[in-house]
Nanobody, 115 residues
Framework: QVQVVESGGGLVQPGGSLRLSCAAS????????MAWYRQAPGKQREFVAR???????TYADSVQGRFTISRDNAENMGYLQMNSLKPEDTAVYYC?????????WGQGTQVTVSS
C-alpha cells in the first residue's frame, strides 16, 4: 500500500507561480509512474502532466510550456512547478502514483488563481 499526500497549494495572483509536492510512502518509488490531475468546480477531473518511471514526460496542451513535472526518487517525492498561472488553472490538484494494477491517489491540494 502506498500513501500519497499532496501539498503546496494556495492562493496566487495571475502570472504567479506555485510548486506542488507529492509525498509517497513505501519503497520502490522509482518503479512507479506518477501524474498530476486537476478538477475544477463543476468539471470532470482532467489530466495535467505525467512522468514515467523511465523519465518520459507528457503534458496537457493547456499547461505545456508553463508547468514542469519532476521527481526525486531518493526522497520519494514528486513535484509540479506551475508558472504563469491563469485563473483557469484554479482547481484541486491530485497526485497519482501507479504501476501495473497498483494505483494510488492523494486527497488533493487546492490551487486558486485570482487577483
Amino acid at each position: 500500500q502506498v500513501q500519497v499526500v499532496e501539498s503546496g497549494g494556495g492562493l496566487v495572483q495571475p502570472g504567479g507561480s506555485l510548486r506542488l509536492s507529492c509525498a509517497a510512502s513505501g519503497s520502490a518509488f522509482s518503479a512507479y509512474h506518477m501524474a498530476w490531475y486537476r478538477q475544477a468546480p463543476g468539471k470532470q477531473r482532467e489530466f495535467v502532466a505525467r512522468l514515467t518511471s523511465g523519465g518520459t514526460t507528457t503534458y496537457a496542451d493547456s499547461v505545456q510550456g508553463r508547468f514542469t513535472i519532476s521527481r526525486d526518487n531518493a526522497e520519494n517525492m514528486g513535484y509540479l512547478q506551475m508558472n504563469s498561472l491563469k485563473p483557469e488553472d484554479t482547481a484541486v490538484y491530485y497526485c497519482n502514483v501507479w504501476v501495473g494494477l497498483q494505483n494510488y491517489w492523494g486527497q488533493g491540494t487546492q490551487v486558486t488563481v485570482s487577483s
